[in-house]
């Protein structure tokens, strides 16, 4: 079966600019999960959505967001990117919301210049 | 709040070598345990988990690890390691959302990485 689908792999954008990255859950997951991998602070986790709904967030600025549609598909947005927002995002899904059956995506590779 | 430590950030070893890479959490609830790996310009893949039961956990490709609550340590082995093992692997942490409310939804708690690198 597929797995979790991150688009697109790599973006470059310009400080300031804004952008959406998008992922697919494996069918039938409902739980998505998106992390910030960076150099410096490793993997941290941005928030979850199940059903639709922001269950959790991690300790980020305003300007990262996100969303859940009702195909479980999600997106992540950052407004007024800075160069601090370069970084390989992850989106994870599960089926169930017990945080031991999450897959990861491959990952979009954000570049802000 | 949950943390995680891992001791190593790089480990070099020699192929069909022994291997362990270790792993310290702490957590004021009951928790679950994972290791992952990553390979360059790719994902994470899980290794294995600890839910609850026995503390002696087998994973893909021939790796291991051991949760021991007394020492708060959930270290990864591998008898013989190859080639192709060499990687960076993480170990992460996440509180059962029963146990910890909404505050664990969704949300690992990731160590800061071990790069393992096999040489023939």
């Known amino acids: 079966k597929a797995g979790v689908t991150q688009t697109p792999r790599y973006l470059i954008k310009t400080r300031g600019q804004q952008v959406t990255l998008s992922c697919s859950p494996i069918?039938?997951?409902?739980?998505v999960s998106w992390y910030q991998q960076t150099p410096g602070q490793g993997l941290q986790f941005l928030f979850e959505?199940?059903?639709?709904?922001?269950?959790n967030k991690g300790n980020f600025p305003g300007r990262f967001s996100g969303r859940q549609f009702s195909n479980s598909r999600s997106e992540m947005n950052v407004s007024t990117l800075e160069l601090g927002d370069s970084a390989l995002y992850l989106c994870?899904?599960?089926?169930?919301?017990?945080?031991?059956?999450?897959?990861f995506g491959s990952g979009t590779r954000l570049t802000v210049v | 709040a949950q943390s995680v430590t891992q001791l190593d950030s790089q480990v070099p070893v020699f192929e069909e070598a022994p291997v362990e890479l270790r792993c310290n959490y702490s957590s004021s609830v009951s928790v679950y345990l994972f290791w992952y790996v990553q390979y360059p310009n790719q994902g994470l893949q899980l290794l294995l988990k600890y839910l609850s039961g026995s503390t002696l956990v087998k994973g893909i490709n021939g790796f291991e690890a051991e949760f021991n609550k007394s020492q708060t340590s959930f270290h990864l082995r591998k008898p013989s390691v190859h080639i192709s093992d060499t990687a960076e692997y993480f170990c992460?942490?996440?509180?059962?959302?029963?146990?910890?409310?909404?505050?664990?939804?969704?949300?690992?708690?990731f160590g800061q990485g071990t790069i393992l690198t096999v040489h023939p």
């Open positions: 992460a942490v996440s509180g059962s959302p029963a146990d910890a409310g909404g505050t664990s939804y969704g949300k690992l708690t």
């Open positions: 959505y199940f059903s639709e709904t922001q269950r």
């Open positions: 994870a899904s599960s089926r169930t919301t017990t945080n031991y059956g999450y897959t």
């Open positions: 069918s039938g997951h409902r739980s």
